[in-house]
């Protein structure tokens, strides 16, 4: 074969891109990795931003697939910032020899299948092509950056940055005026850090979010050591976890509304030092009951009030929502940042940023000038990488038109209409609501098996049929629609992206999930047809 004739071609060389690569050489492919970026990584070499780190503890949030990789890679805080994450992807990509299947610097944005060969004929941006059986899009769910189209934004005179594409060098704002756009994860893991360095800083702020402390620390290689003594074990409890991570960590299944004030204060103050995500397992009904939920996040706006001392400023961050239907955020002394003489807050909820000009941008009629912006306004999630490729399937179908009202998968694996298309932790998967590196696992391992089995029956591909899509499509709604989730204007549901079609898009509940898929494959993959 030659080197652009392959078996299979993997888009993206994040966690998801490198675990596929090393699979599907294993079982003896042709495998060619394509990526943009010059470097392994995905999300952890592009989000280079001060402060960012990993909100699923460290130990949990890395490969499970080798025992010796797990054993011999040491984390060294209970969540690792970016440069040693980045570092342990560049590590694996070594251990494994990865590197060597991986064109960088290259860009897909073509793939158009042929049906008479049961293939994908891919193009990249320098005009490249690739021919290959199989095509498989680890291309991640927040791999999008998403910059408002402000008026005048070009007219700007200064610096401008995204946190999701992040300089390499990194960034200097010793004595600058800056001022950060967004208050989601990224912004409230980096406002600190720029506070700390800039002359001034403005954060302008459209919603106001839930944010629990991280309580991050060194990690204690007493508790390392217990969890390696049997890491299969807890491996396997991680993987039973509604969000496959935490299984030391208690998870209440009593209603908030039976405690009397004083349990619910104690229970919810002993989860608030425990730390990010573990917060919401301190009663079971908070993801459902709206009632049950309002005490949670009173909880929260009441420690914001303690915290941050000019009481407007105060308010203002104090959410109105429901905490955890938008992804919750863990920070180290966000809230602490606003007591800082050299910061403020301006509120764009009731008059958005109207547009920017050469020193600055103007808000309900106010200007405010800048040396610097950093856009902290998050990405085009889930589908935003897909789409933004131009890819056809049967029928001259493009996967634009099919998912004009939002996405549609089986499984969140494949797209019927689209045959040996495979979507890593696609829309209808568990994806972003679990700890995303044992997803992209489990998504590795299915798609190498059932290529094994394909291979083993002389099948030259598969498709998804459009009725194992429907009803799946179905349950993810179903399951949805019996939380809280769809009640917030998240990116889960594309809200934050003008024009987007609002559809919930993960799957809730990693562990029935992965049930569902094993019951699948031991029946020989129903509501998939092989191809001759
Ligand atoms: P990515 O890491 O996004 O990799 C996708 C790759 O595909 C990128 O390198 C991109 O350049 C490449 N690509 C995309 N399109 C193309 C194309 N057309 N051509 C060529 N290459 C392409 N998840 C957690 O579970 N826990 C966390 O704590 C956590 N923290 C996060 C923090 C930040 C700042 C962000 C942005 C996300 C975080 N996530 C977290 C989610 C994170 O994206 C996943 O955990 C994981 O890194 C995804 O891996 P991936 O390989 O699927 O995708
Ligand atoms: P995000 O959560 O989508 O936040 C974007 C912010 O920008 C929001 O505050 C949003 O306001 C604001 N915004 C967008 N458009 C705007 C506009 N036109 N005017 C004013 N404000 C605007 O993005 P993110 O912070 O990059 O996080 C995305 C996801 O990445 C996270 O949810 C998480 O899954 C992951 N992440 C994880 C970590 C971590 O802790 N490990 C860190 C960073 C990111 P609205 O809320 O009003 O839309």
């Not at 909880?299 to 109105?320: G, M, S, Y």
């Amino acid at each position: 074969m030659s080197s652009k004739q392959l078996d299979a071609v993997v888009v993206g060389a994040g966690f998801a891109g490198l675990y596929m690569l090393h699979l599907l050489r294993q079982a003896g492919l042709a495998v060619k990795g394509l990526e943009r970026a010059d470097d392994v990584g995905g999300t952890w070499y592009w989000n280079r931003y001060p402060g960012c780190r990993c909100d699923v503890e460290s130990i949990e949030y890395c490969y499970q697939f080798s025992d010796e990789l797990q054993h011999d890679w040491a984390w060294t805080e209970r969540y690792a910032a970016q440069p040693e994450i980045l570092a342990y992807a560049q590590r694996v990509a070594e251990r494994f020899h990865l590197r060597e299947l991986i064109q960088f610097e290259t860009q897909v944005e073509r793939a158009r299948y042929n049906e008479a060969a049961c293939r994908w004929h891919v193009t990249t941006g320098s005009g490249e092509e690739f021919d290959t059986r199989f095509l498989i899009m680890a291309t991640g769910c927040l791999s999008t950056a998403n910059t408002p189209d402000f008026a005048g934004l070009g007219d700007f005179s200064g610096r401008t940055y995204h946190t999701g594409l992040w300089p390499r060098q990194g960034v200097d704002f010793s004595g600058r005026r800056v001022g950060v756009i967004g208050t989601g994860s990224s912004a409230i893991q980096s406002i600190p850090h720029i506070a700390a360095q800039a002359a001034e800083l403005t954060v302008f702020q459209r919603t106001a979010n839930f944010s629990i402390p991280a309580q991050n620390r060194p990690v204690d290689p007493q508790e390392v050591a217990r969890v390696k003594a049997d890491y299969a074990d807890y491996r396997r409890r991680a993987r039973l976890q509604p969000a496959a991570f935490g299984p030391d960590y208690p998870r209440h299944a009593d209603s908030v509304l039976e405690a009397t004030p004083a349990q619910r204060q104690q229970r919810f103050e002993a989860h608030w030092q425990l730390g990010g995500f573990m917060f919401l397992g301190a009663f079971g009904d908070l993801h459902q009951s709206e009632e049950a939920n309002w005490h949670a996040a009173e909880f929260v706006r009441n420690k914001i009030r303690a915290t941050v001392q000019d009481p407007a400023t105060a308010e203002l961050l104090c959410p109105d929502g429901i905490i955890g239907c938008k992804r919750l955020c863990a920070d180290t002394g966000y809230f602490e940042t606003y007591n800082r003489d050299n910061v403020r807050l301006v509120d764009v909820s009731k008059h958005p940023i109207e547009l920017f000009n050469a020193t600055g941008l103007v808000t309900g009629g106010r200007e405010f000038e800048f040396d610097d912006v950093v856009f902290a306004t998050g990405f085009d999630a889930m589908t935003g990488s897909l789409l933004r490729m131009d890819i056809q399937g049967e029928n001259g179908l493009s996967l634009n038109e099919k998912w004009a009202s939002g996405p549609r998968t089986y499984l969140g694996l494949m797209t019927a209409g689209f045959p040996n298309l495979f979507t890593m932790t696609g829309p209808g998967s568990p994806s972003v609501l679990a700890n995303m590196v044992t997803g992209v696992e489990q998504h590795a391992e299915y798609i190498a098996d059932m290529i094994r089995w394909l291979r083993g029956q002389g099948a030259g591909g598969v498709k998804a049929q459009p009725e194992a899509e429907d009803n799946w499509v179905q349950t993810v709604n179903t399951r949805s629609e019996q939380t809280l989730y769809p009640r917030c204007n998240s990116w889960y549901l594309g809200a934050n992206v003008p024009g987007k079609p609002r559809v919930f898009m993960p799957y809730i509940g990693f562990p029935d999930y992965e049930a569902t898929l094993q019951t699948i494959r031991e029946d020989n993959y129903p509501g998939f047809t092989p191809l001759a």
